[in-house]
Every structure is written in C-alpha cells, then in structure tokens.
C-alpha cells in the first residue's frame, strides 16, 4: 500500500482501497511536515520510502528538507533548476516553442504589462491562467477559479485586474482555447 500525505481530505484518495491517507494541515511548512516524515520514517524502518510530491506547493519542501531525510527516504524530484523553469507555465510554454513543440497560441502578461495590448493580440475564446499555481493560490479572492474561460475581450481584461489586485505577482498567460478540431498541442 502507499501512504498519501495530504493537508486536506481528498476524494481521489480518500476512498482508495490500496493508499492510506494521513491528513496533516500544516503540510506545506517544513516544520510541520519534516516531523510528520520523519515519525512515518520511525513507524516503517524496514520499508523502502521513496517521497514523490505531488503538487506545486510541495516539490520546494522538497527542496527545503531534502538533505535532513537523506538515506531515509528515496527521492523522486526533478533538479531545482528543471523544477522552476517547468513548472511556471509561461516559462514551460517558452521552452515548447524554443523547441519547435506545438502549443496553442500563448501570450504572458506581467503585473506592469498594457494588459488591452496583450488582449487585443489574442482571437476569442481564449482561457486565462496563472503561470504560477503555488503563488496564485495563496491569493484567495471572489470568483477566483483555477482556469477562466473567456469570450469577450472587456471581461478577460477584468479577470486578469482582479488577479493581479489580489496580490498575485508572476504573470498571466492568455492562451487561444482549443477546441474539438485542434490537434497535436501540449497542454499544462
């Protein structure tokens, strides 16, 4: 069986019959989450550990409290490098295009950015995002989605204010929306 640690219930492993769920709310701080590995450590010496995050807000843990599990756990991370230039969108999209990868049409825009500039350079519908997942949700607003599904230019330029008013500083990306017809596209 695998052990999940999670900092809230979660239906994709809650009800799981082969993973154990250890809830622990304080997960993304190392000193909540460094004890709580090192106690399962303990509890299961003869077992072969291997630590795989899996989420945004987890893998710079990783980083943080990676040499004090050392030769207790087995790590699955990418280098610190690959990890920041992967996992900001606007930074993944860069490196698809550096690389002749097909991607949908992308446009980043920055706090500072002329937001009706970077709008009008984009055909609608199109779907906004953050670049940065783990940033973006410690910024908790009304009406804050994951993703946002745009038609009209005026509401898409609303959404991407709204973002940035609420403390999200790393950039936005207006990206063309797919649809049944499209192809052969990367898609994060």
Do not use: W
């Amino acid at each position: 069986n695998s052990h999940v640690f999670t900092r809230y219930r979660c239906g994709a492993t809650e009800n799981s019959r082969f993973i154990t769920t250890h809830q622990c709310s304080g997960l993304c701080d190392y000193k909540v989450a460094l004890p709580e590995l090192l106690f399962f450590a303990s509890k299961h010496k003869s077992a072969r550990l291997i630590l795989i995050p899996c989420s945004d807000n987890y893998l710079p843990l990783m980083y943080i409290i990676k040499r004090a599990l050392e030769g207790i756990y087995h790590f699955c991370i990418p280098k610190k490098e690959d990890y920041l230039k992967l996992t900001d969108k606007a930074s993944f999209y860069e490196i698809l295009i550096k690389n002749k990868i097909n991607a949908p049409k992308t446009v980043a825009v920055s706090k500072n950015d002329d937001i009706d500039a970077a709008v009008s350079n984009m055909s609608f519908g199109v779907v906004i995002k953050p670049s940065s997942s783990a940033e973006y949700n410690k910024n908790v607003f009304d009406g804050m989605k994951k993703v946002y599904f745009e038609n009209d230019r005026e509401e898409a330029k609303r959404i991407i204010e709204r973002i940035f008013a609420s403390g999200y500083n790393e950039r936005i990306l207006i990206q063309e929306k797919l649809n049944a017809h499209s192809s052969s596209y990367v898609l994060t």
